[in-house]
């Protein structure tokens, strides 16, 4: 086991003594991918390798303040040629992490979860959104699931959610995560699918058939990561006030929740999708050259 990472900044450090990664852009004309990866590379962490037209790359590296050194240029004709050829480069090791550029969410998926030229594994895949929490006791990294692929969870789902957030986690060197599984409340409501599920994984971790983790639920958020509100409360529970993993109702939830870290809080933020057979980063369009460059080192802990 790795030691613990609590911060990006080891995220970053630790990202760079394994580099460099290959990294595969879809449709790589996109300047906040490539600032990224202008960045990344002058870490040491990762190489580009851009897919797409090269009449719409080139302009945007010359657009650069800092001119990328080693990246490749892959040519294809269109936006959907550009994303099959990507995924295949990291399907044929290639490539090592794929990195979403100028191209929709819905269309890189689609070709990630194709079945006979994507990255499927098996398990479904998941998006775990990271931010960095200065919590009074020490700055830590809390995980927010799933904000990104799965629409509305059922338990079986949610218990895989659980299992690539965990995974993550063991790469930043936490042996046994705590996960809260968040609901309004702290109690479970019958007729209530949230918390029955909560209270369900909660049980299936206590009986060992979940992965090496805490889960507790339902969990309201208070509870989940304020050592305040447990002492409040006087709640009692392995995961409540110190949670590493926040583990959403459903895709709506958990978005908000991601975003509002980012919007409200402003703390810094990294994702990765697990579940697929590489690293598979989606950052939002919105999302700056910093999110994305930490995106790409939080992905390259995950690389087998």
């Not at 990195?99 to 775990?128: F, N, P, Y």
């Not at 931010?131 to 059922?154: H, M, Q, W």
């Amino acid at each position: 086991m790795s030691p613990r990472i609590t911060d990006f900044k080891g995220v970053l450090e630790g990202a760079c003594r394994r580099g460099p990664f290959r990294v595969v852009v879809a449709c790589g004309h996109d300047p906040a991918a490539l600032k990224a990866l202008a960045q990344a590379e002058s870490r040491g962490l990762a190489h580009g390798i851009l897919v797409g037209d090269p009449g719409l790359i080139g302009p945007a590296i010359d657009a650069l303040p800092h001119r990328l050194q080693h990246a490749e240029i892959v040519d294809a004709a269109d936006e959907a040629s550009a994303v099959r050829r990507a995924v295949e480069l990291v399907r044929g090791h290639v490539g090592q992490i794929l990195l979403k550029g100028k191209t929709q969410t819905a269309t890189l998926m689609h070709a990630v979860l194709d079945r006979e030229g994507g990255l499927r594994t098996g398990r479904l895949l998941s998006d775990a959104f990271l931010f960095e929490y200065p919590a009074p006791e020490g700055t830590r990294l809390l995980c927010v699931t799933d904000g990104g692929i799965n629409l509305t969870p059922d338990l079986t789902a949610k218990r895989q959610i659980i299992e690539n957030a965990v995974q993550l986690y063991q790469s930043l060197g936490h042996a046994r995560p705590r996960v809260a599984v968040l609901s309004a409340v702290e109690t479970v409501i019958p007729g209530h699918g949230p918390s029955q599920d909560a209270a369900a994984l909660a049980k299936m971790a206590h009986a060992g058939q979940l992965c090496e983790c805490e889960v507790e639920g339902p969990l309201s958020l208070d509870l989940a990561i304020s050592p305040e509100a447990v002492a409040k409360k006087g709640h009692i529970g392995p995961v409540a006030g110190k949670a590493d993993i926040l583990l959403c109702p459903d895709i709506i939830s958990a978005n908000l929740l991601a975003k509002s870290t980012t919007y409200f809080a402003r703390y810094p933020l990294a994702h990765v999708i697990m579940g697929a057979s590489a690293p598979v980063l989606i950052p939002s369009r919105s999302d700056t050259p910093e999110a994305k460059l930490l995106s790409i080192a939080l992905g390259a802990l995950t690389v087998r």
